[in-house]
């Protein structure tokens, strides 16, 4: 007989599926926050799944992860104290430890069934979450930024989409706590969905974020595995420009999708995107 085929699909939009064919499920949980799933994919390797929506792959994970944490910390020029809220599986984590100057990074989880499913089972994405560097606070992020002001270099928001728990870290309030949280030259980047299919977020969160910061910059980069591929990260700083750096300083670090050359022109947003902002 011919062995079964099993297929995950992701419902990306109401008209639209992600579909990819399974060899395992390696771990399913209902947290208190989520359906968590860990699965065998043929395409993608290892992948994330958090109330039915990739959150990462072992295959891809290195582009979300790379644009996400190296944009900022390389438009800041000495970032020390960085935190990340969200991010469970650490990925960002890991790439923000690629900098020597970074003295601690913070990883601010809501879900922490999803820390200890990350450690177990996707190992080459959280390996850095033991690293002396790094330390894990339990806690909802939203309530954290609230409660520490003046306190980080770099903050950023590796959420889940505008849905449920992640609501409010689409939210104008929430953007106004993390300028307080951030040190007077501080800045932040947050995931912002896709510019395909999720314009009027994009366009609200970038006036939000540009009503509270003196600079606020939209870029976007390449990510196989989430809706439309065409992933936006929106920045909000309140000293430095990620176009005015010098990219000739950016020193090289291990990575495969962020170099120097690539920095400033993640930045030229397609015509249809300049027109979303
Ligand atoms: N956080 C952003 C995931 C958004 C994906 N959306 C979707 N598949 N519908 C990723 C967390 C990785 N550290």
Request: negative net charge; contains cysteine.
């Amino acid at each position: 007989m011919a062995e079964m085929e099993l297929w995950f699909t992701e419902q990306q939009t109401p008209d639209l599926g992600f579909t990819c064919k399974i060899t395992k499920t390696i771990y399913t949980a209902k947290t208190k926050y989520q359906d968590l799933a860990i699965l065998e994919t043929k395409q993608f390797g290892k992948m994330l799944v958090l109330d039915g929506a990739v959150q990462t792959t072992i295959v891809d994970e290195f582009c979300y992860h790379e644009l996400i944490a190296h944009v900022p910390l390389f438009t800041h020029p000495n970032p020390k104290k960085v935190a990340v809220i969200g991010g469970g599986d650490g990925g960002v984590i890991r790439e923000i430890l690629k900098h020597e100057e970074v003295e601690k990074a913070y990883l601010i989880e809501i879900d922490q069934e999803v820390i200890e499913a990350s450690k177990k089972y996707l190992p080459e994405i959280s390996c850095a979450l033991d690293d002396k560097r790094a330390e894990v606070i339990i806690t909802d992020g939203i309530k954290f930024v609230s409660e520490n002001k003046n306190m980080f270099d770099v903050i950023i928001v590796d959420s889940t989409d505008p849905v449920g728990p992640a609501v409010g870290l689409f939210e104008s309030n929430f953007y106004q706590a993390v300028y307080e949280c951030l040190k007077e030259d501080g800045l932040f980047v947050a995931q912002t969905e896709s510019p395909f299919y999720d314009q009027d977020l994009i366009r609200n969160v970038f006036h939000s974020i540009k009503s509270i910061f003196p600079i606020t910059r939209l870029y976007l980069g390449f990510i196989p595995t989430y809706p439309s591929g065409l992933w936006s990260f929106t920045m909000g700083s309140k000293k430095y420009d990620p176009l005015e750096i010098d990219v000739s300083k950016i020193k090289r670090i291990d990575t495969r999708y962020y170099n120097p050359e690539l920095h400033k022109a993640l930045f030229a947003l397609p015509t249809f995107v300049q027109k979303i902002i």
